[in-house]
């Protein structure tokens, strides 16, 4: 895990600069795994931040072309930090991964 500072949009003019503690990814992902093997729902707290996997469902998403429903696995907070990966192209295939990291300080 590593301490950066991320930018907080807030409704005001203002941007509050925070440090935050933002786990390796390669620990994230061997968790998300492990999770996926298992293939059983699950939420709760994760490295230090909200964490939820949802296994893959036979039954399409709504509106969609997809014929099943992909495994995923979210992390952290929207506008903050997050992470996600999604098994849309089957659940033994490797995951797409998504890293929303903008307003992480450089």
């Given at each position: 895990?590593?301490?950066?500072k991320a930018k907080i949009h807030v409704l005001s003019?203002?941007?509050?600069?925070?440090?935050?503690?933002?786990?390796?990814?390669?620990?994230?992902?061997?968790?998300?795994?492990?999770?996926?093997?298992?293939?059983?729902?699950?939420q709760g707290e994760a490295f230090g931040w909200s964490?939820?996997?949802?296994?893959?469902?036979?039954?399409?998403?709504?509106?969609?072309?997809?014929?099943?429903?992909?495994?995923?696995?979210?992390?952290?907070?929207?506008?903050?930090?997050?992470?996600?990966?999604?098994?849309?192209?089957?659940?033994?295939?490797?995951?797409?991964?998504?890293?929303?990291?903008k307003n992480i300080v450089p």
């Amino acid at each position: 895990m590593i301490t950066v500072k991320a930018k907080i949009h807030v409704l005001s003019e203002e941007s509050p600069v925070v440090p935050i503690v933002i786990p390796d990814l390669d620990e994230v992902r061997a968790f998300a795994n492990d999770l996926h093997k298992k293939g059983l729902p699950w939420q709760g707290e994760a490295f230090g931040w909200s964490a939820e996997y949802t296994p893959e469902r036979a039954e399409p998403p709504l509106d969609s072309k997809m014929t099943f429903t992909p495994a995923d696995f979210v992390i952290g907070e929207s506008g903050i930090w997050f992470f996600s990966m999604m098994w849309e192209h089957g659940k033994d295939r490797a995951p797409v991964e998504f890293l929303d990291d903008k307003n992480i300080v450089p």
